[in-house]
């Protein structure tokens, strides 16, 4: 087989695989992450908490954390068409108004971009267990068939 491009012939074996060369995607055993001091952690937390008023003056509400509690994740692994190893969790940005006693959901852009988790249980070969489709360029995000994990309350308001 002879391959030409920009006036290059390279002649390839015949027995060669024309598929395009990938990295496979990794098995996951459950074990992934890493503990770390609760002094390092402070560092991570720290530096983000720095960056607050850059966060608020840009127009954007500020959170410092989303807390989940453990009786909503185990609904959320009883409802798998699997078995979990672990979760994968994608950061998304909604229109929130923080003005009042509980953050309000809006629209049209009345609040204010918020930063928030959403939490999906994902298997061995790393397929994400809520509803299988490409949606937005990621490969597994949940479809409306599925269920995610979302709307955990944050912090700083309840810290």
């Not at 959320?76 to 006693?101: I, Q, S, T």
């Not at 971009?113 to 994400?128: S, W």
Request: glycine share 12%; charged share 25%; hydrophobic share 30%.
């Amino acid at each position: 087989m002879v391959w030409r491009s920009r006036g290059i012939n390279l002649t390839l074996p015949i027995s060669i695989n024309p598929k395009p060369y990938f990295k496979a995607m990794p098995k996951y055993t459950g074990t992934e992450g890493q503990l770390i001091s609760a002094k390092e952690a402070k560092l991570f937390t720290k530096s983000h908490q720095g960056v607050r008023e850059q966060i608020v003056k840009g127009g954007k509400n500020y959170v410092e954390a989303e807390f989940f509690g453990l009786e909503t994740f185990q609904k959320l692994m009883k409802g798998c068409n699997g078995k979990p190893v672990g979760f994968r969790v994608y950061y998304g940005l909604r229109d929130e108004d923080h003005d009042g006693d509980e953050p309000v959901v809006t629209a049209n852009g009345k609040g204010k971009p918020t930063p928030r988790l959403i939490i999906v249980p994902v298997d061995a070969d790393g397929v994400d267990l809520s509803g299988l489709v490409t949606v937005g360029g990621h490969k597994d995000m949940p479809t409306d068939d599925g269920q995610a994990l979302v709307n955990g309350p944050i912090c700083p308001r309840h810290c």
